[in-house]
């Protein structure tokens, strides 16, 4: 039976380097793949980064606001602002940004008048108090300084009454039931019977 070992190679190929050859220094050595690895990578520093965030997540719960009161004492929080009612007009807010107040204004109270005119008190986050008018119908488009005036430093004077003077220092008051307007040059006043906006 013939061997299956195979002879060692000892000719040369026709043309080929009697001697053994390097490769060039100026060829790239071969690449090794990085797509995995760089993924895994990732994946391991965001489960690390959510641990973290956690663990310091649940630490500052743990002292409340996250804050050290070693030696103060805390305070009970504000409650949290709950709007009185719907948003005043758009044209109330640009009017009120305009005169430098910022943020949202809410209705406290909005009437209309049997002579078609319509009154609102609105309310900023802070508990300040704002006046707006707007007269020639109630569906009309409100424009301040044509048919809408705005007007701030409202006053409440009982428990559903405010009051606001104008720069002429005449006096408004509205009422859920009323509209009235004291003239300061004449001391007239306007009254205009009002039922709530619903």
């Known amino acids: 039976m013939p061997s299956l070992r195979r002879r060692p190679w000892t000719g040369l190929a026709a043309g080929c380097h009697p001697e053994r050859v390097t490769p060039s220094a100026d060829l790239s050595p071969p690449r090794r793949p990085i797509f995995f690895p ?12 959510m641990v973290g965030g ?10 409340g606001d996250g804050a050290t009161n070693v030696g103060s004492q ?5 409650p949290a602002f709950t709007p009185p009612g719907p ?3 758009d044209q109330t807010e640009i009017t009120a940004r305009k005169l ?12 209309y008048t049997d002579n ?7 309310q900023d986050v802070a508990g300040k108090l704002f006046y707006q008018s707007k007269t020639g119908g109630i569906d009309a488009e409100l424009v ?10 409202v006053r409440r004077i ?21 509209f009235e307007l004291t003239f300061a040059k004449t001391g007239k006043t306007q009254r205009n019977e009002a039922r709530l906006a619903g």
């Not at 956690?54 to 002292?63: D, H, S």
């Not at 805390?74 to 504000?78: C, F, G, I, V």
């Not at 606001?164 to 859920?176: G, H, K, L």
């Open 38 to 49: 760089v993924v895994i990578a990732t994946v391991f520093l965001t489960i690390m980064a």
């Open 54 to 63: 956690y663990v310091l997540a649940e630490r500052q719960r743990a002292n």
């Open 74 to 78: 805390s305070e009970s929080p504000a």
């Open 87 to 89: 948003f005043c007009p």
């Open 100 to 111: 430098g107040f910022s943020g949202d204004l809410w209705q406290v109270l909005k009437i």
């Open 116 to 122: 078609d005119s319509t009154y609102w008190i609105c």
């Open 144 to 153: 301040e300084g044509r048919n809408g005036l705005f007007l701030k430093d």
């Open 158 to 178: 009982g428990t559903d009454t405010y009051e606001v003077f104008d720069q002429n220092e005449n006096r408004f008051v509205i009422t859920p039931s009323l």
